[in-house]
């Protein structure tokens, strides 16, 4: 589920790549792993840095998932509209879109005035919900993915680096199983809000 990636010249965040502009990253993952795991650094914008990271299909399809849960009030949002507005291709996120209606997280409405909403409230829905519906267990190392019983690696018994493996295994799926798509909407107008109030005052 994780893999790993070289950052070019530009900004980008270590989990949701977001050119130029981390703070623009509706996700806030990286803000909320950072606090859930102190002792950990994510660099966002070193250039030439190695760093582990969730494929397009968890970032993209989270990005989708939070523009739904944004909408949930107003019905249904067609794809268009959502691939306009996150930067996503639209065949892409057809994709994303698919798999998370099979996971049951995803609704489709046929018609003129039809599109797509969550199937629950935003508040019911975890990260976790979509990260896996998208890319399966979680899983740093493969000897600690989720699910994954004893046995799977000969070196279990004398291998020294497992317990940390998973303990960055449980903090992650901790982050993602207690976040939910209400918490992350609410981030972000909490932003919005705060650099709306820094523009006033600059202004004035």
């Known amino acids: 589920m994780l893999d790993r990636y070289t950052t070019g010249p530009r900004n980008y965040?270590?989990?949701?790549?977001?050119?130029?502009?981390?703070?623009?990253?509706?996700?806030n993952l990286v803000v909320v792993l950072t606090r859930a795991c102190h002792?950990?650094?994510?660099?966002?914008?070193?250039?030439?840095?190695?760093?582990?990271?969730?494929?397009s299909r968890?970032?993209?399809?989270?990005?989708?998932?939070?523009?739904?849960?944004?909408?949930?009030?107003?019905?249904?949002?067609?794809?268009?509209?959502?691939?306009?507005?996150?930067?996503?291709?639209?065949s892409y996120l057809e994709q994303l879109i698919a798999t998370l209606r099979r996971a049951g997280l995803v609704g489709g409405t046929r018609g003129a005035h039809g599109g797509y909403r969550l199937t629950a409230d935003p508040a019911s829905?975890?990260?976790?919900?979509?990260?896996?519906?998208?890319?399966?267990?979680?899983a740093p190392a493969e000897c600690v993915s989720e699910g994954v019983g004893s046995g799977y690696c000969w070196r279990e018994t004398v291998c020294l680096s497992k317990p940390l493996w998973e303990q960055v295994r449980n903090s992650i799926a901790q982050?993602?199983?207690?976040?939910?798509?209400?918490?992350?909407c609410s981030t972000r107008e909490s932003e919005v809000s705060q650099v709306s109030q820094r523009r006033k005052k600059v202004e004035a």
Request: proline share 6%; glycine share 8%; net charge positive.
């Open 175 to 184: 982050v993602l199983d207690t976040t939910t798509l209400a918490d992350l």
């Open 125 to 138: 829905i975890s990260a976790g919900q979509v990260v896996r519906a998208l890319e399966g267990p979680i």
């Open 13 to 27: 965040c270590s989990l949701c790549i977001v050119s130029s502009q981390p703070s623009y990253c509706q996700a």
């Open 58 to 90: 968890a970032r993209y399809g989270l990005r989708a998932m939070i523009a739904l849960a944004q909408g949930y009030q107003g019905g249904p949002i067609s794809l268009a509209e959502i691939a306009k507005s996150e930067d996503i291709s639209l």
């Open 39 to 55: 002792n950990v650094k994510i660099p966002t914008k070193v250039p030439g840095i190695i760093a582990m990271k969730f494929s």
